[in-house]
Every structure is written in C-alpha cells, then in structure tokens.
C-alpha cells in the first residue's frame, strides 16, 4: 500500500483547517498560510482544496475575508473521507470489484488476501477522525497497531 504525497498533503492541510490554528477573520484559512506552513506548493494545494471541495469536504470562501473551512465538525471527517476524496478507493486491485474476483489455483485464496488488506485499512482510516489527529488521541486499536509496528520495527533493525 504506497501513502501518495497528494493523500499526505491533502490530510495535512485539512488538519490544519481542522485545528484552527491558522483561522482569520472567523473560520476561514488562507491557502497561502497552510502552503507556507505545511511546505506544499500553493499551486497544488489549490488542486487538493478543489478535489476536497468538490466532495463536499471543505468550503471557500471569496474576497479578502476568504480562504477555506471544513464543512462539518472535524470529528465527522474520517481521514478515509479525506483518501477517497483525493485519490479514489482505499485499495483498488486494477480497477476490480473484489466481491467478483477469482483467480486460477494456486493464487485461488489471493482475493481474500486484497479483502483483508482493504479491511485492514477501513479499518485504521475509517475510524481515526481529523479530530482525534488534531488532538493526538487516536483510538485505542490504531495506537496499539502503532505501537506493535514501531515495536517490530525496532526489533528488526537493532
């Protein structure tokens, strides 16, 4: 599973709506501020704003008093709303509906392998909110997942 750098920085700047932290003139946030502040391009920052706006993620605002918010309370935003947004389905296996596929032995048990894996990540991205990120109090099972790959991680590497 590759993380794009467009998912990276899509979930970061909505992070940033999310905290607050760079509104002005209410509940509006520049993109200029997120781009300087996040270190992404505001070219393509403003491509990322428009693929969230478009999927009802975020608002804009015109004028000088503009910028963007989020377009509900960021304990409703899953950072799975935030992927499917920008990139499309969780884990997509060349464009299949897994619920059909099938292949030939010896690779008969591979869909149930790509099944796990897409649960596996609705399972992480559908259950951490833009809230818990911002708080840094992810839930339980993510932290524990967290922990036991850090943990193997280091194993691995001493």
Do not use: C
């Amino acid at each position: 599973m590759r993380i794009s750098e467009r998912v990276d920085n899509a979930v970061r700047a909505m992070a940033e709506l999310a905290s607050g932290e760079l509104a002005e003139h209410g509940a509006t946030v520049k993109a200029e501020a997120i781009a300087t502040r996040q270190e992404i391009s505001l070219k393509y920052l403003l491509d990322i704003m428009r693929d969230l706006k478009r999927a009802e993620l975020v608002r804009s605002k015109r004028g000088p008093d503009g910028g963007f918010s989020l377009s509900r309370p960021a304990a409703e935003i899953s950072l799975a709303d935030v992927f499917r947004a920008v990139d499309g389905p969780l884990a997509d296996v060349h464009d299949e509906s897994l619920r059909g596929l099938s292949y030939p032995a010896p690779a008969t048990a591979l869909p149930q392998v790509w099944m796990a894996i897409r649960a596996s990540l609705r399972r992480v991205l559908e259950t951490v909110t833009l809230a818990d990120l911002v708080g840094g109090a992810l839930p339980v099972d993510v932290a524990a997942m967290a922990d036991e790959y850090q943990h193997s991680t280091e194993t691995r590497h001493r």
